[in-house]
């Protein structure tokens, strides 16, 4: 069984940051493509930033230039920055590991985010 241990989820006003954090095993961590998803109510689940094991990134447009994710592997952790938050950014937001050659992926438990206006 892989546990993604996410923490940093919250209430937070409109234009305020929050900082996301998701622990994965190390022997996970270093063979996958990490990433953030989020899952409003009564919508999909959506990508919101991916980093690979290079440290490639990739955003959902409507992130783009406030959302910042990044990966330290001397702690297996892929964290999201995300600055000027807007009321639309509600969702509960999931880490999720997507290792080379495997044929899983994994997730979190999901954390809220909930930004008011």
């Known amino acids: 069984q892989v546990h993604l241990v996410e923490s940093g989820g919250g209430l937070v006003q409109a234009g305020g940051s929050l900082r996301l954090s998701c622990v994965a095993p190390?022997?996970?961590?270093?063979?996958?493509?990490m990433g953030w998803y989020r899952q409003a109510p009564g919508k999909q689940r959506e990508l919101v930033a991916v980093?690979?094991?290079?440290?490639?990134?990739n955003y959902a447009d409507s992130v783009k230039g406030r959302f910042t994710i990044a990966r330290d592997a001397a702690k297996n952790t892929v964290s999201l920055q995300m600055n000027s938050l807007k009321p639309e950014d509600t969702a509960v937001y999931y880490c999720?590991?997507?290792?080379?050659?495997?044929?899983?992926?994994?997730w979190g438990q999901g954390t809220q985010v909930t930004v008011s206006s």
């Open positions: 190390g022997s996970i961590f270093r063979l996958s493509t």
């Open positions: 999720n590991a997507d290792p080379l050659g495997f044929r899983s992926t994994y």
């Open positions: 980093i690979t094991s290079g440290g490639s990134t």
